[in-house]
């Protein structure tokens, strides 16, 4: 899995080159009703470089390629009234009128630049279209019901909390609490507040991710799954999801405590969430591992009626 900068560089270039590509068609359609404009191209980036030469060396002839220079602007114009075209029908093309799709503004990363990257970022999070509207603004405590929501409140309020400051606190959470109480959605609310805020997010499902591991481990792996685990170890929040349905082997929970145990040693944030309680917990993936949540995680738990059911 490529970095978001990567990822961003390589969509800003794809920029570029339908611009040119566009550029080089305009040229075409002139050159079919008057050839002469390929002549005129051709002399006028001669004239450039030259130009250029003359600023580098300092020699005298800027004034006279200057003035050639305006001249055949001056007929390339001409035949563009000729054909009804707008004058800067032949002049470059960018998405970006700040950097003229460099990426850079005033020695500074444009906003064009960020976007992308922005955009990478959420490419690279695995967030669905329906997960990326799963936001702390949409958020409706009255679904829970009179009783519940007192206590969903304080949840979300926590949940809010920790999307602020993870970065900085390196805390890790587990939300626990029976299907349909609003773990998914509240994971998915963390997730796009720390998109916002530009930091690497990755979700995936426990069934799902531990599947991914085993591809790995035994080199049966795409290349793109090789990627995606390196990227589970090294973005800045991790988010696994419904934590007890995969299959579990022994390969699966020493797989799931090395992820966990990696990222708490090199103090990158972790939020799991599980229907099964602790004692469940650590059943099926011992004690080493439940050891890790009493020590170095906030446990929040959901309360509720089955969404899905209502």
């Not at 963390?190 to 916002?196: G, K, Y």
């Not at 990222?263 to 944030?269: C, E, F, P, T, V």
Request: charged letters at 30%.
């Amino acid at each position: 899995m490529e970095s978001a900068y990567s990822l961003a560089k390589a969509e800003l270039e794809k920029i570029r080159a339908k611009n040119r590509a566009e550029l080089e068609n305009r040229w075409n359609i002139v050159k079919s009703t008057n050839p002469r404009i390929e002549e005129i191209k051709k002399e006028l980036t001669h004239c450039g470089t030259e130009l250029l030469k003359c600023v580098l060396e300092k020699n005298g002839r800027f004034e006279e390629i200057k003035s050639h220079i305006q001249a055949l602007q001056a007929e390339k114009y001409s035949i563009l009234k000729d054909n009804n075209l707008p004058t800067d029908f032949l002049d470059d093309i960018y998405d970006c009128e700040i950097c003229h799709d460099t990426g850079n503004a005033n020695g500074e990363m444009c906003v064009c630049m960020k976007r992308l990257i922005q955009n990478a970022v959420w490419k690279n999070s695995n967030l669905t279209e329906k997960m990326q509207s799963q936001t702390f603004e949409n958020y409706d405590h009255t679904v829970f019901g009179e009783e519940a929501a007192a206590i969903m409140d304080k949840v979300f309020a926590y949940c809010t909390r920790f999307a602020e400051q993870f970065d900085k606190t390196h805390e890790n959470l587990l939300l626990t609490g029976g299907a349909g109480t609003g773990k998914t959605y509240l994971s998915s609310c963390i997730a796009n507040r720390a998109v916002e805020r530009g930091f690497s997010v990755y979700y995936q499902s426990a069934y799902r991710l531990f599947e991914i591991a085993e591809q790995v481990k035994f080199g049966r792996a795409a290349d793109d799954e090789a990627e995606i685990m390196k990227y589970v170890y090294d973005a800045d929040l991790l988010i696994i999801d419904d934590l007890g349905t995969e299959f579990i082997s022994a390969f699966s929970t020493a797989a799931f405590f090395d992820i966990i145990n990696e990222r708490l040693l090199n103090r990158k944030s972790t939020v799991l969430s599980t229907n099964l309680n602790m004692e469940s917990l650590e059943e099926i993936y011992s004690r080493r591992v439940t050891s890790r949540f009493a020590g170095e995680y906030r446990i929040v738990q959901t309360v509720g009626k089955d969404l899905r059911l209502n």
